[in-house]
């Protein structure tokens, strides 16, 4: 009844306030904007009902059946009904009908070589044409696709790129995932990521196949893309070779299990921001992350995000958002506003019913991935793998077993932030004990068991930097990790300077607090995880300057850039400069983690280098 009472308020007619128009005007009117409006109000209530019945059928599949019961053989044929339905769904209404004939459900498993044989055909005639070295690497893999729309995508990205840049290296391979298979194009030439962008959005152009979809220069390489359900992200850096890289699924055959599916290994200490307008489809798509193993957080629009954000002190491994939220800010700047917030490119994905081009091209401008309503469980969480492992940096930290006796203490006054991590601490294997403040955290610890201490640094009652005087005096080596969401510069060094083995700052990630634990508990298992970390701060203090370690002190002193300047007779911007410097070179990415470094050192060490040398503007 509710998707009913919408659809009928989205498909009526929108008239100029006021009077209504003319009679003889009306039949014209209905046959132009208004009817077009109306068409893709439908459609999105349509996208919206259709994501909520692929949600569920997801949520079946996840539960274990017996595959000789009949209600295997019921839910197999309800899968394979809604993946053909939401294939319809797959082109927008603007698209050139002969496009509508050819959908996902089609798609087949076949091997990329063959893929690389065809596109070698089409592309090296120009490339020898214009003198670019042309680089095909060989590939084994199989994946599930249309054939000749991957083949179009990619020769048309290849044959834009040898237009745009004369004289420059194009190399095409595979790089093997859990799931699926990111094929790369690698290109120099480039000038910058805009540059690379509107190679991205130029028409298809694919001569060698003109039956391919159609009229040709309809769709660009990104839109194409998209409509074959594959990924298209865009990476560039100054000085380095241009990579474009298209995710597609892996072949089914070889991925896909008959039974239940079976989440990340590392989904659980992942934390999802689901932001969503209508609330069924919100609790849906938390309770489909869920059973792939995600922690997810769930609000309506960008100001309860921003707002939750405030509030909870953690940061998002990634935001999945729908485009059109309130009118004040949409998806993509929301996710513009938290990579500002968090100075991180926080991996993000637009799931929206929204099919216009303006959006497509916005969300790629903002280095987003895009999925149009409806999309499978399974498509939804091949997009994630792709987007958290395209922004992973290194190997996830392992858990240490609860055989070892590892128990981390979280001390707290925030009762929802300590749920959370008791939830994804133990899923790792952690046991976890919570306190409220320290006087409770006291009462509960025996000072005998080997763990952590995870506690906040300016808590009601006795202090961060108190406890830690306490444990310390009584000759308690208990490593502790300090968090706060409003700590100074001189805060951080005192709590460095008290024996913290981190100072963590809200909001946090989970993984920035795993990897700390981890990192903790090494280092009190053994002795030599702090000589290693104090040659290797050595060695990032000794890449400095004499000038760059006298700020990096006077920063730690907690002395803002102003005063610097004119402590030091230089301008500002030199301190600035300077302060940026210091960061890169020490590759500290935080305050915190540059009085870590230079405590790590050694007092010592830091003053020697700060005083053994004259020192230069």
Same mark, same amino acid.
């Given at each position: 009844?509710?998707?009913?009472?919408?659809?009928?308020?989205?498909?009526?007619?929108?008239?100029?306030?006021?009077?209504?128009?003319?009679?003889?005007?009306?039949?014209?009117?209905?046959?132009?904007?208004?009817?077009?409006?109306?068409?893709?109000?439908?459609?999105?209530?349509?996208?919206?009902?259709?994501?909520?019945?692929?949600?569920?059928?997801?949520?079946?599949?996840?539960?274990?059946?017996?595959?000789?019961?009949?209600?295997?053989?019921?839910?197999?044929?309800?899968?394979?009904?809604?993946?053909?339905?939401?294939?319809?769904?797959?082109?927008?209404?603007?698209?050139?009908?002969?496009?509508?004939?050819?959908?996902?459900?089609?798609?087949?498993?076949?091997?990329?070589?063959?893929?690389?044989?065809?596109?070698?055909?089409?592309?090296?005639?120009?490339?020898?044409?214009?003198?670019?070295?042309?680089?095909?690497?060989?590939?084994?893999?199989?994946?599930?696709?249309?054939?000749?729309?991957?083949?179009?995508?990619?020769?048309?990205?290849?044959?834009?790129?040898?237009?745009?840049?004369?004289?420059?290296?194009?190399?095409?391979?595979?790089?093997?995932?859990?799931?699926?298979?990111?094929?790369?194009?690698?290109?120099?030439?480039?000038?910058?990521?805009?540059?690379?962008?509107?190679?991205?959005?130029?028409?298809?152009?694919?001569?060698?196949?003109?039956?391919?979809?159609?009229?040709?220069?309809?769709?660009?390489?990104?839109?194409?893309?998209?409509?074959?359900?594959?990924?298209?992200?865009?990476?560039?850096?100054?000085?380095?070779?241009?990579?474009?890289?298209?995710?597609?699924?892996?072949?089914?055959?070889?991925?896909?299990?008959?039974?239940?599916?079976?989440?990340?290994?590392?989904?659980?200490?992942?934390?999802?921001?689901?932001?969503?307008?209508?609330?069924?489809?919100?609790?849906?798509?938390?309770?489909?992350?869920?059973?792939?193993?995600?922690?997810?957080?769930?609000?309506?629009? !960008?100001?309860?995000?921003? *707002?939750?954000?405030?509030? +909870? =002190?953690?940061?998002?491994? @990634? %935001?999945?958002?729908?485009? &059109? #939220?309130?009118?004040?800010?949409?998806?993509?700047?929301?996710?513009?506003?938290?990579?500002?917030?968090?100075?991180?490119?926080?991996?993000?994905?637009?799931?929206?019913?929204?099919?216009?081009?303006?959006?497509?091209?916005?969300?790629?401008?903002?280095?987003?991935?895009?999925?149009?309503?409806?999309?499978?469980?399974?498509?939804?969480?091949?997009?994630?793998?792709?987007?958290?492992?395209?922004?992973?940096? !290194?190997?996830?930290?392992? *858990?240490?077993?609860?055989? +070892? =006796?590892?128990?981390?203490? @979280? %001390?707290?006054?925030?009762? &929802? #932030?300590?749920?959370?991590?008791?939830?994804?601490?133990?899923?790792?294997?952690?046991?976890?004990?919570?306190?409220?403040?320290?006087?409770?955290?006291?009462?509960?610890?025996?000072?005998?068991?080997?763990?952590?201490?995870?506690?906040?640094?300016?808590?009601?009652?006795?202090?961060?930097?108190?406890?830690?005087?306490?444990?310390?005096?009584?000759?308690?080596?208990?490593?502790?990790?300090?968090?706060?969401?409003?700590?100074?510069?001189?805060?951080?060094?005192?709590?460095?300077?008290?024996?913290?083995?981190?100072?963590?700052?809200?909001?946090?990630?989970?993984?920035?607090?795993?990897?700390?634990?981890?990192?903790?508990?090494?280092?009190?298992?053994?002795?030599?995880?702090?000589?290693?970390?104090?040659?290797?701060?050595?060695?990032?203090?000794?890449?400095?300057?004499?000038?760059?370690?006298?700020?990096?002190?006077?920063?730690?002193?907690?002395?803002?850039?102003?005063?610097?300047?004119?402590?030091?007779?230089?301008?500002?911007?030199?301190?600035?400069?300077?302060?940026?410097?210091?960061?890169?070179?020490?590759?500290?990415?935080?305050?915190?983690?540059?009085?870590?470094?230079?405590?790590?050192?050694?007092?010592?060490?830091?003053?020697?280098?700060?005083?053994?040398?004259?020192?230069?503007?």
């Amino acid at each position: 009844m509710h998707v009913n009472q919408s659809m009928s308020e989205d498909a009526l007619p929108h008239t100029v306030s006021g009077s209504a128009p003319p009679a003889a005007q009306q039949p014209l009117a209905l046959k132009t904007t208004p009817s077009v409006e109306r068409l893709r109000g439908i459609d999105q209530t349509l996208r919206q009902t259709a994501q909520l019945v692929s949600l569920i059928t997801g949520q079946l599949e996840a539960n274990e059946l017996n595959p000789a019961t009949p209600a295997q053989g019921l839910l197999e044929q309800l899968d394979a009904t809604v993946e053909h339905l939401l294939s319809r769904f797959n082109t927008p209404l603007d698209l050139p009908s002969s496009l509508t004939e050819r959908d996902r459900h089609d798609a087949v498993d076949f091997p990329v070589q063959t893929l690389f044989k065809a596109l070698a055909q089409d592309c090296l005639p120009l490339a020898v044409a214009r003198r670019i070295k042309l680089r095909i690497v060989p590939c084994s893999a199989w994946v599930r696709s249309l054939p000749e729309g991957l083949r179009q995508v990619l020769s048309s990205l290849m044959y834009n790129l040898m237009h745009a840049n004369r004289n420059s290296r194009l190399t095409l391979g595979a790089r093997r995932h859990r799931q699926w298979l990111s094929l790369e194009l690698w290109c120099s030439g480039c000038e910058s990521r805009e540059a690379a962008l509107r190679i991205v959005s130029m028409p298809v152009h694919a001569p060698f196949l003109p039956d391919a979809y159609g009229r040709a220069g309809a769709l660009s390489t990104y839109e194409l893309s998209a409509m074959l359900g594959a990924q298209l992200q865009v990476r560039y850096a100054p000085g380095k070779a241009t990579l474009i890289s298209i995710s597609v699924p892996s072949a089914r055959s070889s991925v896909r299990p008959k039974t239940a599916i079976k989440p990340p290994i590392t989904a659980s200490h992942r934390l999802l921001l689901v932001v969503e307008p209508q609330a069924l489809l919100r609790e849906m798509l938390c309770c489909g992350l869920g059973s792939l193993g995600y922690q997810t957080a769930a609000v309506s629009d !960008g100001a309860a995000a921003l *707002a939750w954000l405030a509030r +909870s =002190g953690l940061q998002p491994d @990634l %935001v999945l958002t729908e485009h &059109a #939220l309130a009118p004040a800010m949409d998806g993509v700047q929301l996710v513009q506003r938290l990579r500002d917030q968090f100075n991180r490119t926080t991996p993000a994905i637009v799931l929206t019913a929204d099919t216009q081009r303006q959006v497509a091209h916005a969300v790629l401008a903002a280095d987003c991935m895009l999925l149009r309503k409806p999309v499978s469980l399974n498509t939804l969480r091949a997009t994630l793998g792709t987007a958290l492992s395209a922004a992973a940096t !290194g190997h996830s930290p392992g *858990a240490l077993p609860v055989s +070892s =006796g590892a128990v981390i203490y @979280l %001390v707290d006054e925030d009762e &929802a #932030l300590r749920n959370n991590l008791r939830r994804v601490l133990e899923a790792q294997g952690y046991p976890v004990r919570d306190a409220a403040g320290a006087e409770q955290f006291f009462e509960r610890y025996p000072g005998d068991q080997r763990g952590c201490l995870v506690i906040e640094a300016r808590p009601s009652g006795i202090s961060g930097l108190e406890v830690v005087g306490r444990l310390r005096a009584r000759g308690d080596e208990l490593p502790i990790i300090m968090i706060s969401g409003n700590s100074r510069v001189a805060d951080v060094v005192d709590a460095m300077k008290a024996g913290v083995c981190d100072f963590i700052e809200k909001p946090f990630r989970y993984q920035q607090l795993l990897t700390s634990l981890t990192n903790a508990l090494a280092n009190q298992a053994d002795t030599q995880g702090f000589k290693a970390l104090r040659q290797a701060a050595i060695d990032h203090i000794s890449h400095l300057t004499p000038r760059q370690r006298q700020i990096m002190e006077m920063v730690l002193d907690g002395h803002p850039s102003k005063n610097i300047a004119f402590e030091l007779g230089i301008s500002q911007r030199t301190v600035e400069k300077h302060r940026a410097s210091i960061m890169s070179r020490t590759e500290a990415k935080s305050i915190p983690e540059l009085a870590r470094i230079a405590l790590a050192a050694g007092e010592k060490a830091l003053s020697a280098a700060v005083h053994g040398k004259g020192l230069t503007p």
